[in-house]
């Protein structure tokens, strides 16, 4: 069974840096893409960055310049490093992976799979 835990969040005054980690367990058979969404109070869930299985990324407009997705493929960890952050960078953010189990990808279907989230404050 598929697994995303993630860690690293935490409160930082603005200007600051956090670094979150998602750590996968369990067995997959294709990724399309892993990535970090975040949602804060009263909003709906926004993309914040991805990463393809080839490598290519993708980022919010609000983060460009200021967030980075990276992974370690070995380790079946991806990494999102925020810099110079913004008040109105706090929310709960949480790691996505986009992939297949073996059955799955027989039958076209990819999966959304989600972890628990981790907070992430920013306030003087």
């Known amino acids: 069974q598929v697994q995303l835990v993630e860690s690293g969040g935490g409160l930082v005054q603005p200007g600051g840096s956090l670094r979150l980690s998602c750590a996968r367990s369990?067995?997959?058979?294709?990724?399309?893409?892993m990535g970090w969404y975040r949602q804060a109070p009263g909003k709906q869930r926004e993309l914040v960055a991805t990463?393809?299985?080839?490598?290519?990324?993708n980022y919010a407009d609000s983060v460009k310049g200021r967030f980075t997705i990276s992974r370690d493929n070995a380790k079946n960890t991806v990494f999102l490093q925020m810099d110079s952050l913004k008040p109105e960078d706090t929310a709960v953010y949480y790691c996505?992976?986009?992939?297949?189990?073996?059955?799955?990808?027989?039958?076209?279907?990819?999966?959304?799979?989600w972890g628990q989230g981790t907070q992430v404050t920013i306030s003087s």
């Open positions: 990463i393809t299985h080839s490598g290519d990324t």
């Open positions: 369990g067995s997959i058979f294709s990724i399309n893409a």
């Open positions: 996505n992976l986009k992939a297949s189990t073996y059955a799955d990808s027989r039958l076209g279907l990819i999966n959304d799979y």
